[in-house]
């Protein structure tokens, strides 16, 4: 019976057949008039019949209905048309209400098939979206970590100073992981003992003063040895040097790298922070070591400068001796004045406002200046006398088998020598102030004489300069 009742149910039908039956329904309504004018008009006399009238109204019963489904037809494509065009405009999200299975009702399907695509690939350009994003992040950072491993690389290359160098390398190093402390532990020469050389971010004031001894698990378990240290949640030490570790360091995950010289430990290289369920990164291990390595190159060379130092006897702006000869050759000379009871002076020069000169004309002509009084200096003395450069503007001299008096007289003929040298120029005049110091009655060790005599020149700056004191 539903079936029947179905197929006789326009709702079941397509709209070209919906249109048929509209038209032929509203095709009704001529033939009606016609009869209905021929009835009235051409059969007035035969009179008024029933059928007639029912005709009349049947007609327009038919053509009303007709009506109503023409536009109920045109009333869903329009809606179907307006839905379109919100969709169109980017509402998404909207959905057809199908209600019939003909044309309309598979055209209400199509579009709510499309959208329901459309949303979909939306959603996933967002995902995607967001991973390009956390992808061009992660780039970004390393990029500057690469950048500052370049530029650690190129204060290594330029010779910077070694602390210098290794603040810096810290300092970069605590962007890996977004960590919130990063630490150098150095073990000295002759020392077991890790102490802490470089501490950057948080704690700094507490762990630049920690120190993890040979008697320490930690020391023994985690740090001296010639494997990485990872603490985090995924890796767990000891339960003890668990405990031990965060007493010690007061940080809850830890990545330390150690940096080790003809393979024994050196130093350790550690990045931290106190984060809940935490884990370090395979690129954050790696790129910890790179900067290790880079620590390792500036601590290597730093030894070889040393001991470059400690051969070189000469400076190589003048030409003299150097701060580390003329100390070991004045020890030796007090040494040979104390066996054969003879006199050993020594006498600190230092040029008079240099700095001021520097910042006036320059390096180069600074230089200038140096070279001119070292060869002033060479000019003055007994070839069994010892001249050299001991710092940036002051030079020393040793003068053995003189006493106080005698090493007055030599360093106040200098002191003329080089204020007639750079007299004529008045814009420039250089002058000389210095200091004597004598053995034994100054001292008896080369450092006691060094300390007088420098004493000795800070009088003489007070109390007027371009002089000599030797009390």
């Given at each position: 019976?539903?079936?029947?009742?179905?197929?006789?149910?326009?709702?079941?039908?397509?709209?070209?057949?919906?249109?048929?039956?509209?038209?032929?329904?509203?095709?009704?309504?001529?033939?009606?008039?016609?009869?209905?004018?021929?009835?009235?008009?051409?059969?007035?006399?035969?009179?008024?019949?029933?059928?007639i009238v029912v005709s009349l109204a049947v007609s327009i019963f038919v053509a009303l209905v007709g009506l109503l489904v023409i536009k109920e037809v045109f009333d869903r494509l329009t809606s179907v048309a307006n839905q379109a065009k919100s969709?169109?405009?980017?509402?998404?999200?909207?959905?057809?209400?199908?209600?019939?299975?003909?044309?309309?009702?598979?055209?209400?399907?199509?579009?709510?098939?499309?959208?329901?695509?459309?949303?979909?690939?939306?959603?996933?350009?967002?995902?995607?979206?967001?991973?390009?994003?956390?992808?061009?992040?992660?780039?970004?950072?390393?990029?500057?970590?690469?950048?500052?491993?370049?530029?650690?690389?190129s204060l290594i290359s330029q010779g910077e100073k070694f602390d210098e160098i290794l603040r810096i390398a810290v300092e970069k190093?605590?962007?890996?992981?977004?960590?919130?402390?990063?630490?150098?532990?150095?073990?000295?020469?002759?020392?077991?003992?890790?102490?802490?050389?470089?501490?950057?971010?948080?704690?700094?004031?507490?762990?630049?003063?920690?120190?993890?001894?040979?008697?320490?698990?930690?020391?023994?378990?985690?740090?001296?040895?010639?494997?990485?240290?990872?603490?985090?949640?995924?890796?767990?030490?000891?339960?003890?040097?668990?405990?031990?570790?965060?007493?010690?360091?007061?940080?809850?995950?830890?990545?330390?790298?150690?940096?080790?010289?003809?393979?024994?430990?050196?130093?350790?290289?550690?990045?931290?922070?106190?984060?809940?369920?935490?884990?370090?990164?395979?690129?954050?291990?790696?790129?910890?070591?790179?900067?290790?390595?880079?620590?390792?190159?500036?601590?290597?060379?730093?030894?070889?400068?040393?001991?470059?130092?400690?051969?070189?006897?000469?400076?190589?702006?003048?030409?003299?001796?150097?701060?580390?000869?003329?100390?070991?050759?004045?020890?030796?000379?007090?040494?040979?004045?104390?066996?054969?009871?003879?006199?050993?002076?020594?006498?600190?020069?230092?040029?008079?406002?240099?700095?001021?000169?520097?910042?006036?004309?320059?390096?180069?002509?600074?230089?200038?200046?140096?070279?001119?009084?070292?060869?002033?200096?060479?000019?003055?003395?007994?070839?069994?006398?010892?001249?050299?450069?001991?710092?940036?503007?002051?030079?020393?001299?040793?003068?053995?088998?003189?006493?106080?008096?005698?090493?007055?007289?030599?360093?106040?003929?200098?002191?003329?020598?080089?204020?007639?040298?750079?007299?004529?120029?008045?814009?420039?005049?250089?002058?000389?102030?210095?200091?004597?110091?004598?053995?034994?009655?100054?001292?008896?060790?080369?450092?006691?004489?060094?300390?007088?005599?420098?004493?000795?020149?800070?009088?003489?700056?007070?109390?007027?300069?371009?002089?000599?004191?030797?009390?």
């Amino acid at each position: 019976m539903e079936k029947k009742i179905d197929r006789l149910s326009l709702n079941s039908r397509t709209i070209k057949q919906k249109l048929m039956i509209a038209f032929q329904l509203m095709s009704i309504l001529p033939f009606l008039v016609c009869v209905y004018l021929v009835s009235n008009y051409i059969l007035p006399k035969i009179g008024l019949k029933f059928d007639i009238v029912v005709s009349l109204a049947v007609s327009i019963f038919v053509a009303l209905v007709g009506l109503l489904v023409i536009k109920e037809v045109f009333d869903r494509l329009t809606s179907v048309a307006n839905q379109a065009k919100s969709i169109a405009a980017g509402d998404i999200n909207r959905r057809l209400e199908v209600e019939d299975d003909d044309e309309v009702g598979e055209l209400g399907n199509v579009l709510n098939q499309l959208t329901q695509r459309i949303r979909g690939n939306m959603n996933e350009l967002e995902r995607y979206s967001e991973k390009t994003t956390e992808i061009n992040l992660e780039i970004q950072k390393k990029i500057i970590i690469l950048s500052n491993l370049m530029q650690v690389s190129s204060l290594i290359s330029q010779g910077e100073k070694f602390d210098e160098i290794l603040r810096i390398a810290v300092e970069k190093s605590r962007l890996l992981a977004n960590s919130e402390t990063a630490f150098l532990l150095f073990k000295e020469e002759m020392k077991e003992s890790f102490s802490m050389k470089v501490v950057a971010g948080v704690n700094a004031d507490y762990l630049e003063k920690l120190e993890v001894g040979p008697k320490e698990d930690i020391y023994n378990k985690a740090l001296n040895l010639n494997k990485l240290l990872v603490l985090d949640r995924q890796n767990l030490l000891s339960e003890n040097l668990t405990v031990d570790f965060l007493a010690k360091f007061q940080m809850k995950n830890c990545l330390a790298m150690p940096i080790y010289l003809k393979d024994r430990v050196k130093a350790v290289l550690g990045i931290a922070n106190n984060r809940e369920n935490f884990s370090y990164s395979k690129d954050d291990i790696e790129l910890l070591e790179i900067f290790s390595k880079q620590i390792a190159i500036a601590i290597e060379n730093d030894i070889l400068a040393h001991r470059v130092e400690k051969l070189e006897i000469k400076d190589l702006l003048t030409g003299l001796y150097n701060k580390v000869f003329i100390a070991s050759r004045l020890q030796e000379e007090i040494k040979r004045s104390i066996i054969y009871q003879r006199p050993c002076a020594f006498v600190v020069f230092d040029i008079d406002n240099f700095k001021n000169y520097r910042e006036k004309f320059g390096l180069i002509n600074a230089e200038v200046v140096l070279k001119k009084i070292a060869v002033l200096i060479q000019n003055s003395i007994t070839e069994v006398d010892r001249v050299g450069r001991t710092d940036s503007d002051e030079f020393s001299l040793i003068l053995p088998e003189r006493n106080k008096r005698q090493a007055l007289e030599t360093a106040e003929d200098i002191r003329k020598q080089v204020q007639d040298a750079f007299s004529k120029d008045h814009d420039s005049c250089i002058t000389f102030s210095a200091g004597v110091s004598e053995n034994p009655l100054d001292g008896v060790e080369a450092e006691q004489l060094i300390a007088k005599a420098r004493e000795l020149l800070k009088k003489a700056k007070i109390n007027g300069k371009n002089q000599v004191a030797i009390f």
